[in-house]
């Protein structure tokens, strides 16, 4: 996903020599034009579409992300379209202030909606740490496509039973 973030056709690795990655990959081989040295060329990943999760944004899709991003941003820019749901709506004059806590440009964004809790039961800092016991739960419901399933159906019940915000 790196090199689809970077607009490039492949990323090129190396640490692969004597394992059966790359064959098993269709892995293929190009030559670093300054050492020479034989590197790997992995297949840029650009999926159509990557949902996010952020601390704060607007209506227009300018999003903040607080603490580490990790792949956050690698995964908006190299999507084709990018979908964010976000802790806290914000009017757009009051991202533009700081503009520089802006991570994610309302252009690469096609929709944005509030999901106050929607990293449950993992963190979104500094609005809430990770729920352990929550974490415990999916995992054992996710063992078994039926486990799962009610998982999520108890979860969507949730989610249609919160109060609706203002706008």
Do not use: K
Not at 10 to 38: C, H, K, N
Not at 154 to 165: E, G, I, T, Y
């Amino acid at each position: 996903m790196r090199a689809a973030s970077h607009g490039i056709p492949f990323e090129p690795i190396v640490g692969l020599g004597g394992s059966d990655i790359p064959a098993a990959a269709g892995l293929q081989t190009v030559r670093d034009p300054y050492t020479g040295a034989e590197v790997y060329a992995v297949p840029a990943i650009r999926p159509d579409w990557a949902i996010l999760h952020v601390q704060e944004a607007d209506a227009q899709g300018n999003a903040r992300i607080y603490g580490s991003p990790y792949w956050d941003l690698v995964m908006s820019r190299a999507a084709a379209r990018v979908i964010l749901t976000a802790e806290r709506i914000l009017p757009g004059e009051e991202l533009a202030r700081l503009p520089e806590l802006t991570r994610v440009p309302h252009f690469l964004v096609a929709a944005v909606v509030h999901a106050a809790e929607g990293a449950r039961p993992t963190s979104c800092h500094p609005y809430y740490g990770i729920d352990d016991d929550g974490v415990r739960a999916y995992l054992a419901a996710a063992e078994t496509p039926e486990g799962l399933g009610a998982y999520l159906d108890a979860a969507d019940r949730l989610l249609r039973s919160a109060p609706v915000p203002p706008a």
